[in-house]
Nanobody, 118 residues
Framework: QVQLVESGGGLVQPGGSLRLSCVAS????????TGWYRQAPGKQRELVATITSGGNTNYEDSVKGRFTISRDNARNPVYLQMNSLKPEDTAVYYC????????????WGQGTQVTVSS
């Protein structure tokens, strides 16, 4: 079992920045991949960015060049640095950790709200 706790969300103006954190506890040894997802009202949850235990990263096209996923050397926490935020980035952001590449055995956090508005 893995427990994930996200933090760092809030209200920010367009063009602003936020850094989200995902802290994992429990059986964290062997986690292969951690990802950030988001879900806006009335929309499906979508994958935003991922990072593997080897440090490989991937991003959804709309956030490339604006968001950066990273982690401490100890693999925990995993961060999502979000710059140049836009109103369409408004969503609940979730952290997900998996022991495998297909997300078959994975765990979710409870989410943190990000609102981009003037």
């Amino acid at each position: 079992q893995v427990q994930l706790v996200e933090s760092g969300g809030g209200l920010v103006q367009p063009g602003g920045s936020l850094r989200l954190s995902c802290v994992a506890s429990g059986s964290i040894f062997g986690i292969y991949r951690t990802g950030w997802y988001r879900q806006a009202p009335g929309k499906q949850r979508e994958l935003v960015a991922t990072i593997t235990s080897g440090g490989n990263t991937n991003y959804e096209d709309s956030v490339k060049g604006r968001f950066t996923i990273s982690r401490d050397n100890a693999r925990n926490p995993v961060y999502l640095q979000m710059n140049s935020l836009k109103p369409e980035d408004t969503a609940v952001y979730y952290c997900r950790a998996s022991y495998d590449s297909s997300w078959y055995r994975s765990y979710w956090g409870q989410g943190t709200q990000v609102t981009v508005s003037s």
